[in-house]
């Protein structure tokens, strides 16, 4: 079902809007429109443009929050001035302990960085100062590769003008220092580039040895947290005794910081003679929300709303909101897939539910396996909320009917009785019943055009339409007639065949002038040569004629699925020699299990085609406008 909806026009004092909002608002769902839109041609109306004066508050009570030790719910109140006074105040008092937080982890981030530059070579058991005295030697740190190591330890072996000395290593580089006289410095500088040595700048201020300033570092890095508890409890303890107004100053700043982005979807006036410029909304809301909104503000002197209903003349088009029974809301998934309805469009998803879980059922006739389909279903539906499984859960129950009727339990035929009939024992029937079923649909989807016909107003849809009256007579006396030649009777006169089948084809043919017609829509003919018209009219009959046909067979694949069930799981037994009174129940088991989640899979897949291609393209626009509520708007 759709719920049906008002158009709300809503205005007020410009300055005012947060708290109707907040007020009122709120306590609904409204799907807001851009009022703009609509009002776009008026010369004295403009958009809603304000800074937003509640986000730097809101965030800074976020910074605020992470000092409290407890973010719970709080029962007090306070208006949003009061909010931004409160949460501003705080965070001045935190000021001083923030800055000295900050300061503590930029002398983190350097020593970090400190230690980063000379851990590789905290093997080196030498005091870096003593370097600076050296006045005829140079040296250089950094790291090679170590397939490029060897190399440099032939090169250092042959040469007696340099030497490496090896601080750290892993499995990519190894990291140390050589050294070389001044006077052979350009060349043996040259000779480990082209070894693909990194030269690396190591701190030379260093009074001890590397692993002895890391020690030191360390230690040192340790205390810098321990200062940064010590702060952050110092920031806990500014705020613990005032958390119940942080807390209730944070909720309210987020709530109007929320609200405010209402704004969009606001138009305002321009000031007039008394100075006070108005706020516009326009939104959609169901019907007993707007009538409870009106009451609810009928003593509000500040608020004007003004109803409207759902018409042809509005610029705004309904959005569409179903509202179902619980067994049915997962088949809703199925309607959204293929579109949601217009707002004037019938729901199908009471039709869908019945036909699809139905088909599946003659489809995958079996006790126990559907038995299965039903537990695991409505399990996974129960815990998880997947509306998948929901549907599978139903199309589990109608799985047991069948197989009740088919006599089939995991796929054993004689063990229960069919209590209608055996498909393998029946083939030709089971065929032409699914064949005749599917005619039935196919009548019942016509029927259901008709209906959308009447209230979308289209009455040329109504009357010459393929699925339309014309359709119904023409492809319900064929219908009828091919049941009467299945049961052994006669056939009506060939001048009356004709008369039913020929009269609403020709109205299907020029549906087109007709519909004008009725509809008063100017020149009954399209602009262009009427010869080509009718010839494309032909070829349009043709194809609506083998429309009905191949549609109709297309529910073959009804029967087909029965049969396929029964004769997998006959081979399934055959595999695990039940013949032969010594079954293997193992494959009995992964049988069961094979056909249930293939087939399932298959024949779910199967009847949702038969459902949108057969049924829905003949009832059925799916143009329809989702309903979002504004905060869901908000959160996408």
Known sequence: MIEKMKLLHITGPKNDIDRVVKLYLNKYDIHFENAMTSLNNLKNVRPFVETNLYREAAQKGEELKQYLEVSRKTELEVTAEQAREIIFAAHQQLADVVKQQEEVQEKQRELKEWMAEIAPFIGLDFELCKLRDFHFIDYQFGKIKVENYHKVEQYVFHNPYTLFYECNNDSEYVWGVYFVPHTHLVEIEAVYASFHFEAIQVPDNLEDT??????????????????????????????????????????????????????????????????????????????????????EIAMDEHINCVEEEPGDDLDSKPPTRLKNPKILKPFEMFVEMYGLPGYNEMDPTLFIALTYTFMFGVMFGDVGQGACLLAGGILLYRIKHIRLAGIVGVAGVWSVIFGFLYGSFFGFEEMIPALWMKPMDNIMNTLMLAIGFGGVLILVAMVLNMINAVRARQYGRLLFHQSGLAGLICYGFVFFCVLLFAAGHGLPATILIGTAVGVPLIAILLKEPLSHFIEKKGSLFPEGSKVMFFVEALVEGFDVVLSYATNTISFVRVGAFALSHAGMMGVVMTLAGLEKGNPNWVIIILGNALVAGLEGLVVGIQVLRLEYYEMFSRFYTGDGKPFVPFRKQEER
């Open 210 to 295: 590397p692993r002895q300033a890391f020690e030191q570092a360390r230690e040192l890095l340790q205390n810098y947290q321990q200062k940064l508890e010590s702060l952050k409890l110092q920031a806990v303890e500014l705020v613990k005794d005032r958390e119940q107004e942080i807390l209730a100053a944070c909720e309210c700043l987020q709530s109007y910081c929320d609200n405010f982005e209402i704004r969009k979807y606001a138009a305002c006036t321009r000031a007039r003679e008394d100075g006070i410029e108005h706020y516009i909304l326009y939104g959609w809301m169901v019907r007993k929300d707007a009538e409870q909104l009106q009451r």
